[in-house]
């Protein structure tokens, strides 16, 4: 429909604010992929003021770290395949062949798949082919700008990126998990409840929303460090000390996500008319078969919208996981304030962006795939008031 | 639904956050009033060397640590009162930078400084993101259809970040000479260092905050937006309301309770501004409440972590957030209320 000729904007307004909006979007991504371009540089061209010399890397060129034009087409396609992929074939595959009827399981080990099959291809594949090509290729085969990976390799495999990786998905993993079990469960409670009860719980966890994490940590950390003291009388020798292991922190995200997760959880099941669940109490079903029988099957979309935004606060964690996990546990994200504490040389540097641009890829497919359910969970909380 | 139902639907959630979360607090709340530490006794002891006639001896007291059996330090626990608390404010050079009416006195204390800082930056950063949002929404929606899911989606990237990694990224632009200092050399012609004034990095991590929050606000009002009632807009126009006026009586009036919203969950993640201070490194120039109690929690040169005074200024932190909280208590309050009768 098109709008009224009274409500369509002046020539003058509607430039303002297309270049408004082209502002904000450079304005947004710029940062990003201003540190990704400079990941695949030598020092020298990463740190360079020139911004083409960042841009294509002269010196990273002439070391003989560069791609030529073939390099770029190839690569290219490979790519835009991979994002193709991911955006059109992957939710229909993953809904095809959901393992052990599970989509969220589905979404997991799709994922780590994808994953896999994209770092062997453009890491590993790609550039072990590329150079035989490139010398048949003639003038099209001679490399125009700089291009490294070598950050990345030193990162991951030297440094042992990897562990972190690992750490923080067994950490997100669990938390996802736990979370959305304990979370659907009480969110499903307190919408049907409406006792007064319900309400004083929402307003408490509301208080504890609000909470500085730090608060909390606080309160944590003389108690794990000496837990193996106080869980003695109960637990005997087999007495855990809590403090860096992994699980402990997994429960201690869950919990401070609890708040969230239960209201964001709570308004969508408020959206499931109440009717559904009291149709099959008619037929005889009791409340824990109501919600398994009619419920479950139609929850998903607001569980997996709560599910990303709880993966976001156990991917994104600092304070909690600096704290509570030691060097060997730790997850990526307080990893690479060691990365960047040594900053010393700028090798340092280019490496602590490498590894910082690995932290974002994830975050990057996640918002590509997820776009619609990360802005509904946005609204759904606010939309209602 | 019978209570002993509920209960069993809610039991593993409320289990989980007593446990982590009410039970944590308490425990803060006692810390504050108490200090941990190893205990220390005097040894007193003549050493005695042999002299002429007599020998000479010297009486010499050390300081030891106790240990038990097991050969660990002996801890005790006692009660101090509001000592800890005193020792976090600083309260006698507060008094003092106070009577001699000096703010760079009173901003080279550790908590009045956080304060300060913390303050500033909520009290900022909320007009802007409110402000910014609000732009982008109203200049996407008067975009054409097509390029909205593209919009959005970048829009979304600054806000999906982690934080830490995001405020870094910003960093990394303006670190030596890095691409966005050469260009503001190159505008204003004279040498820079963002990072080398407290009050450059603190506009850094103002730019940061809103960088990152104006997303979320953004997509809560074009939501918001799409609800706008189109009759009400044209009664407008009729009226002879121009784009303005209708902006302001007609379209945000609207969107007052998402700009509510906005506004106290903005109010609430504000104040615990933390990873900003970590991705710039600023804690030589700036730092704030939140980062104070890390920063006594992190194990110094010897190992220990200052419980009790991360305690206390925990517990100082919580006062802003309970006034933050109570106005949003007392709306929901009188829905509750409303929604009962």
Not at chain 1, 127 to 135: D, F, G, L
Not at chain 2, 189 to 203: F, Q, V
Not at chain 2, 244 to 272: G, N, Q, T
Not at chain 2, 275 to 281: K, N
């Amino acid at each position: 429909m098109a709008a009224p000729r009274s409500l369509r904007m002046s020539t003058g307004l509607r430039v303002a604010s297309i270049g408004f909006i082209a502002f904000w979007c450079l304005l947004a991504a710029f940062p990003i992929a201003w540190i990704s371009v400079m990941s695949f540089k030598l020092p020298v061209d990463a740190f360079a003021s020139n911004p083409l010399h960042v841009v294509f890397g002269p010196f990273t060129r002439d070391a003989g770290k560069g791609l030529s034009i073939l390099d770029i087409a190839i690569g290219g396609t490979a790519i835009w395949q991979f994002v193709r992929f991911a955006t059109r074939r992957m939710p229909h595959l993953v809904k095809a062949h959901p393992p052990f009827g599970s989509t969220l399981l589905g979404w997991i080990f799709g994922s780590l798949l994808y994953g896999l099959v994209f770092v062997v291809v453009i890491a590993w594949i790609l550039p072990s082919v590329m150079p035989a090509i490139n010398k048949l290729a003639g003038p099209l085969g001679k490399p125009i700008i700089g291009f490294t990976i070598e950050h990345y390799k030193s990162v991951w495999i030297g440094d042992g990126f990897y562990r972190n990786f690992l750490n923080s998905l067994m950490v997100t993993t669990g938390v996802v998990t736990v979370s959305l079990t304990v979370g659907t469960l009480a969110g499903y409670g307190l919408a049907r409840s409406g006792s007064s009860l319900a309400f004083w719980i929402l307003i408490v966890a509301l208080v504890f929303r609000a909470l500085p994490h730090s608060v909390l940590v606080a309160g944590y950390l003389p108690v794990f460090i000496n837990s193996a003291e106080f869980l003695r009388p109960l637990l005997g020798e087999l007495a855990p000390t809590l403090y860096g292991k992994p699980f402990a922190v997994i429960a201690v995200l869950v919990s401070i996500n609890q708040p969230f997760t239960i209201w964001m959880l709570r308004s969508f099941f408020q959206n499931i008319p109440a009717e559904l669940d009291e149709a099959a109490r008619v037929d005889g079903c009791t409340h824990f078969q109501a919600f398994r029988w009619v419920i479950m099957p139609v929850m998903w979309p607001g569980v997996i919208t709560t599910g990303l935004f709880s993966f976001l606060l156990a991917y994104n964690d600092f304070l909690v996981t600096s704290l509570l996990l030691d060097a060997t546990n730790q997850t990526m994200v307080p990893a690479i304030a060691g990365f960047f504490n040594r900053e010393t040389t700028t090798t340092d540097q280019v490496k602590a962006v490498a590894a910082a641009v690995s932290i974002t890829a994830p975050l990057f497919l996640l918002v590509m795939v997820f776009q619609r359910q990360i802005v509904s969970g946005l609204t759904a909380g606010a939309v209602k008031g | 639904m019978k209570f002993r139902v509920f209960a069993t639907f809610v039991g593993p959630s409320l289990l989980l956050m007593f446990i982590f979360i009410a039970a944590p607090l308490a425990a803060v709340f006692w810390q504050s009033f108490h200090v941990t530490q190893p205990v220390y006794t005097t040894v007193v002891a003549e050493t005695c060397t042999p002299g002429f006639i007599n020998q000479i001896c010297t009486t010499e007291s050390r300081i030891q640590l106790e240990l038990d059996e097991d050969g660990i330090p002996i801890r005790t626990t006692e009660f101090v009162g509001l000592q800890t608390y005193r020792s976090v404010l600083e309260l006698d050079r507060f008094w003092a930078a106070v009577k001699d009416f000096s703010w760079s006195k009173l901003m080279v204390i550790d908590f009045w400084k956080a304060l300060r800082f913390t303050l500033t930056f909520t009290l900022v950063t909320l007009p802007l993101v409110i402000g910014v949002g609000l732009l982008i929404a109203l200049a996407v929606n008067s975009a054409a259809k097509t390029v909205r899911g593209q919009i959005i989606f970048v829009s979304l990237l600054p806000f999906i970040i982690t934080p830490v990694i995001g405020a870094l990224s910003i960093r990394w632009l303006f670190v030596g000479d890095g691409i966005l200092t050469a260009f503001l050399e190159w505008v204003i012609e004279r040498d820079i260092a963002m990072l080398g004034h407290a009050w450059t990095i603190e506009l850094l991590m103002l730019f940061y905050r809103v960088w990152h929050v104006a997303p979320f606000a953004f997509v809560v009002f074009y939501a918001g937006l799409q609800t706008v009632n189109n009759d009400t807009v044209e009664s407008a126009v009729i009226d002879g309301a121009n784009r303005i006026e209708r902006l302001r009586y007609v379209v945000i009036p609207h969107l007052m309770p998402l700009i509510v919203f906005v506004s106290l969950i903005h109010l609430m993640d504000a104040y615990r501004v933390f990873e900003e201070i970590v991705g710039f490194r600023s804690q030589g120039y700036v730092i704030s409440l939140q980062w104070l109690t890390y920063d006594f929690l992190t194990p110094d040169e010897t190992g220990n972590r200052a419980v009790s005074s991360a305690s206390a200024s925990a517990m100082l932190t919580m006062v802003g957030i309970v006034i933050i909280l109570v106005p949003l208590l007392r709306k929901t309050w009188r829905d509750h209320r409303a929604g009962l009768n």
